[in-house]
């Protein structure tokens, strides 16, 4: 270590005690004094909006901590076997190992259904989290140079996500998951020329096989968590490497980055949130019940519940299956499945085909090629924000298609009416977004101050009656005056007894900090 | 990482803070109740990771596990980002981003290493090169068979066949056959036919519905004349869209209804689709009653059941 503080003589060195006789022995054989010191004082710019990648992170952690505690006592396997369990009313009954399996560590091992319905819901969580941190990082333009590939990166996790969210909901072969699977197969044989090869090599034969359940267990938690792991350590390692981007502001420049130090400040926050994203997985795998397959019973072929949903994050794909037009192409003596084949294979293909183009599409509309580490706010950029808030409302049309039935039932109207408003609504509903946001970042722009909370009034009365509007005193944050941004100090110097965190300081008015 | 920006950086002796430095102040206005505060949340986490213990112990309700865990996680993670926000020191502080890039002797030292090497000493070779690459595709090639072929048997026509045969019994999901005094006017039962009621394949492909819509022969088609003795009409149960079961009978509208995506057929039209993405309708199974009253299959569907494919005609 090419030290020239003067300060830093063997006498202080000693002073570092066993600490310093580790970073020593350390650093001999692996080098860490030289980066260790700038990690530990790497900066994370602070915004409420930076952490939404954060949840989806502790969404994964917790969806591998539940995830190997249920592969401890779930069974792979579409053998029959006659359910034994607690559960009374399936006692005696023929079902698959995977589905008494998956029963059985509900109700008959201690905190197994706690640990079920937190995997469930820790995988909502994760695609949810996924959605919003792109729609942040779209909006803000972070994907821009020379965050393109970090960009790609996070779309083809949330693909990755997706597909292992249906995988994994396939395991337990209740009646819901199976017609899942049914379906699956169904758009998978819908591809042309190859379809029913890929079917068939896929379940091993035709529908529904013995094979499907112990292959998925496999995808889902050895090949696709694999692939997820080895793309969030490349997606964490380009934001290191590339440092992270920050909003516009005092003392911030497209050379710098400006917020907390990684430790301790940024890790007691983030270690923190990991705990508070637990704990709200936790209480929504206590308090609210997710996926019964108990009560929907085990998968028969021959049979289908009503108002079968699939998880949220597939319901953009069941709406498009929905509304989609029956055009079937027959000639030539074949046969192209056009209504299951279009809303199930190219429409989705479409959608991320545009997200993957996306950074490349902006670089060649805007002719702007320079590297970019100050964000947008979304109204600085209508067109942008105009397309995203499209996109969703597209998007999310998509979503409320797919409970026509339910929408139907709850309207009083008729379930062709519903159909038709689903279909104009799903081209109408984004048509109008664009416009509409693109006006309103524009008025935005033309407010000043906007956006920004206006300070409430106190109205009093005086004794004569007149009234009066005073300002109100203060909100949190008021007064509070951001600071010029300083370099992580060295270390502090403390008066006297330094390290002795006793109150009481020689100086006025100087707080004792803890080092 | 390059070392440069690192040079520049680790040697320089930062400015060394004092406690004073209001960099190093706390957010909170009051530390020690702040501090106070943050305690007693986290005192209560810790409540709660007690409670989850207790409630292992005594083999609580599901909900109890949960619910001590979450509260007690979430209060005792609120402590420690709270302790990060509010009393660790706010900065802001900054650090100087280094570039990316490299100088242009570096850049261009590494394109020239490129197209030397690449161009020059690989290209001189272009026998090798091209041997080499052929073994790489052959290879590939190759062993995309283990991994792709080897996954399953080819579909040959298992898709256009089902266990449906001449004289077939027409059995409920518990094998009894079906008798034509069994179904008033209006009743509709699951089929299979005997012998594959219990067998997987058989309940995915084989699952028929049959319906009695009247008393009389019932012609849905026109060449269909003697396929709906006795007002029975039997159509497959494999929605023509995806593959659902059509489990849903409108017995006012007399139309299937799949629960899926809402397809419906016409179930005296030959059950062609009426509403919804399906396009095509649901095959019909030709049968026929017997001299002891049993209702039996003429013979297999006429056409493939189920949803569309690309060798399906």
């Known amino acids: ?194 379809g029913t090869y890929l079917a068939f090599f896929l379940f091993g034969g035709n529908f529904p096989g013995t094979a499907i359940i112990p292959r998925f267990f496999v995808i889902h938690v050895l090949l696709i968590p694999l692939i997820i792991l080895g793309l969030v350590s490349a997606h964490l390692f380009l934001l290191v490497r590339q440092k992270h ?102 429409f989705p293909g479409v959608v991320f085909g545009i997200c993957f183009a996306w950074p490349a599409l902006e670089r060649w509309y805007t002719k702007d090629n320079a590297m970019h580490n100050l964000l947008d706010r979304p109204r600085d950029r209508p067109k942008r924000t105009g397309a995203g808030a499209a996109m969703l409302a597209f998007l999310g049309m998509m979503f409320i298609a797919s409970s026509t039935d339910v929408l139907a039932n709850y309207f009083h109207v008729s379930l062709n009416g519903m159909l038709w408003a689903m279909r104009i609504l799903v081209i109408a509903v984004p048509l109008l977004t664009y416009p509409i946001t693109v006006k309103i970042c524009k008025e935005l722009q033309a407010v000043p101050e906007g956006g920004k909370r206006k300070r409430a009034n106190v109205v009093t009365r005086t004794p004569e009656g007149e009234y009066l509007a005073v300002p109100a005193v203060s909100r949190p944050g008021d007064g509070h005056v951001e600071l010029d941004a300083e370099p992580v100090p060295t270390f502090i110097e403390f008066t006297e007894d330094s390290g002795d965190e006793t109150e009481g300081s020689s100086e006025e008015g100087v707080r004792r900090v803890s080092r | 990482m390059s070392d440069a920006p690192q040079e520049e950086r680790t040697p320089v002796s930062l400015a060394t803070a004092t406690s004073d430095d209001p960099h190093m102040q706390p957010l909170a206005r009051d530390p020690e109740r702040t501090e106070r505060l943050i305690a007693i949340a986290m005192f209560f986490g810790i409540l709660g990771i007690i409670g989850f213990g207790v409630a292992y112990w005594f083999n609580a309700d599901a909900w109890v596990y949960g619910f001590t865990m979450g509260i007690g996680v979430l209060l005792l993670g609120f402590g420690i980002t709270a302790w990060g926000k509010y009393l660790m020191p706010k900065g802001p502080f900054v650090e100087e981003r280094h570039e990316l890039r490299g100088t242009d002797e570096e850049r261009e030292s590494l394109a020239a290493a490129v197209v030397q090497r690449g161009g020059g000493i690989l290209g001189r070779r272009k026998l090798l090169g091209g041997v080499a690459g052929l073994g790489l595709a052959a290879f590939g090639i190759v062993a995309a068979f283990p991994l792709v072929r080897s996954l399953g048997p080819l579909p040959k026509k298992t898709l256009t066949k089902t266990d449906w045969r001449r004289g077939s019994y027409l059995v409920d999901s518990t094998g009894r056959p079906v ?48 396929w709906g003795p006795a007002g029975y009409v039997a159509y497959s149960k494999l929605c023509s869209h995806l593959g659902c079961p059509v489990g849903l009978y409108e017995q006012q509208l007399q139309s299937l209804v799949c629960p899926c995506h809402q397809s419906m057929f016409d179930v005296t039209n030959g059950c062609v689709p009426t509403f919804g993405p399906a396009p095509r309708p649901l095959p019909q199974l030709p049968i026929y009653v017997d001299g002891r009253g049993y209702v039996r299959a003429q013979s297999d569907y006429k056409e493939p059941v189920g949803p569309g494919y690309w060798e399906r005609s």
């Open chain 1, 1 to 194: 270590m090419s030290t020239t503080s003067t300060d830093n003589t063997d006498a202080k060195r000693e002073a570092f005690g066993p600490v310093g006789k580790i970073v020593g022995e350390l650093d001999d054989r692996l080098g860490i004094a030289k980066g260790g010191r700038s990690l530990l004082d790497k900066i994370f710019p602070d915004h409420w909006s930076f952490m939404l990648g954060e949840i989806a992170l502790y969404s994964f952690v917790i969806l591998m901590a539940t995830g190997i505690f249920l592969t401890l006592f779930y069974v792979p396997s579409q053998s029959i076997v006659v359910y034994h369990g607690s559960y009374a009313p399936l006692r005696g009954q023929h079902v698959t190992a995977a589905f008494a399996s998956s029963v059985d560590l509900s109700f008959d091992v201690r905190c197994g259904m706690l640990m079920r319905q937190m995997h469930h819901w820790a995988c909502d969580i994760f695609v949810g989290a996924i959605v919003v941190h792109m729609a942040r990082v779209f909006f803000t333009g972070a994907f821009r140079k020379p965050r393109e590939l970090n960009y790609t990166i996070g779309t083809v996790l949330l693909i990755l996500a997706i597909g292992n969210g249906f995988v994994g909901y396939s395991l337990p072969d209740d009646l819901v998951s199976g017609t899942g699977l049914r379906i699956a197969f169904s758009i998978t044989e819908s591809v042309p020329v190859v």
């Open chain 1, 245 to 346: 981007t920050q909003f516009p502001g005092k003392g911030r420049t497209e050379t710098n980055v400006v917020g907390a130090p990684m430790v301790p400040v940024f890790a007691a926050k983030a270690t923190g949130f990991l705990f508070m994203v637990t704990g709200v997985t936790a209480l929504l795998g206590a308090l609210a019940q997710i996926n019964p397959i108990w009560l929907f019973g085990p998968y028969d072929a021959a049979k289908i519940s009503y108002a079968v949903q699939p998880d949220w994050y597939m319901g953009w794909l069941d709406g498009a299956l929905r509304i989609w037009p029956s055009w079937e192409f027959v000639g030539f003596g074949y046969t192209i499945p056009l209504e299951v084949f279009l809303p199930a294979a190219v």
């Open chain 2, 179 to 226: 008798h034509v005094d069994d179904l008033a006017v209006g009743g509709i039962v699951t089929v299979f036919p005997k012998g594959y009621q219990d067998t997987e394949s058989g309940q995915a492909v084989d699952q028929t519905v049959l319906i009695r819509l009247t008393t009389e022969n019932f012609t849905t088609r026109p060449g269909r004349e003697t």
